[in-house]
Every structure is written in C-alpha cells, then in structure tokens.
C-alpha cells in the first residue's frame, strides 16, 4: 500500500472538477487503488475520500466514519431525506472549513471490491460523507455548497 498525493484545489481545481468515469471492471489495479485510498485517507485524517482527489478519474470512494470502512465502486445516491446543516472541511480544500445543507439520511447503491451490488444507509456524519464524496465524482467540491463560510479560530 502507498500514501498518494492528494490534489488540491489551490494547485489544481480545473482537475478536480472533472466528472469521473465509471468503472467497467473490477481490476487488481482497482483493488489496488481502494487500498492506497484507505491508508491515504487514514494518513491525512480525514474521513473520506474520491479517486479524483489522488489524481485518478474513476468512480470510486472510500469513507471511513465510527459505523466502519466503506468502499463504493460506481455509486449511486438512490434516496434520501431530511436535512442537517452542519460543518465540512475537505482535504483538497486544506484549512477552510463551511457550513453546509446536506440530507440527513442518504441510501447509496454501489459494488463492493468483489464485484456485489451493496446499499449502504447512512444517517448524519455517514450521510453527509457520502454526498460530499459523491459529489466529487461529478466534479463538484463542498465549498460550492457552502451556505456560511467559518473564519479561522
């Protein structure tokens, strides 16, 4: 496993505002990729993270929240509900925090590194980490959402 770089939006946002392709096969290099994500993600602190942030234009993310590991490959959100409005920061958006509206319940349909469809409920945090990351498969960043702008402390 590998800690890869992490792009971000000061050095190249025209990047990360590019719509990931879908991933038509599940390959060692996929699976490869999901390891390196995870341990970069884990190395950064962070609680999510998209293939497009380590320079790669694939549908894929991983999150990692108290309620466990998540992997998606091509995910979809299929529903959700509610509304919580809270505070978000990204890692390739470093030292800037927002207050963003998110759903407070989201459903995502995805495949699993094995290849299986799976759906995954998640309510607040978990909720909130799958939009945002979601979202940056379709090239958009939190900051794009941000309702209130937090000042350093």
């Not at 590019?18 to 390959?27: A, F, G, M, P, Q």
């Not at 993270?49 to 490959?73: C, H, N, P, S, W």
């Not at 379709?138 to 794009?144: A, F, L």
Request: overall charge negative; charged content about 30%; some cysteine.
């Amino acid at each position: 496993m590998a800690i890869l770089h992490i792009v971000t939006k000061k050095e190249n946002e025209e990047f990360l505002r590019k719509k990931s392709r879908e991933v038509t096969e599940i390959t060692p290099r996929i699976l490869t990729l999901l390891d390196d994500m995870v341990e970069t993600m884990r190395h950064a602190n962070g609680c999510g993270l998209a293939a497009v942030q380590v320079g790669v234009l694939r549908r894929v993310v991983v999150i990692e929240t108290d309620e466990g590991l998540f992997e998606f490959i091509n995910p979809k959100i299929i529903a959700k509900s509610g509304e919580q409005e809270s505070e978000e920061g990204c890692l390739s958006v470093p030292g800037e925090w927002g207050i963003t509206k998110r759903p407070q319940h989201v459903t995502v349909r995805a495949l699993n590194r094995h290849g299986e469809v799976i759906e995954v409920t998640g309510h607040d945090l978990l909720a909130k980490a799958m939009c945002h990351e979601l979202d940056h498969l379709d090239g958009i960043i939190y900051t794009d959402k941000v309702i209130k702008k937090l000042e350093d402390e």
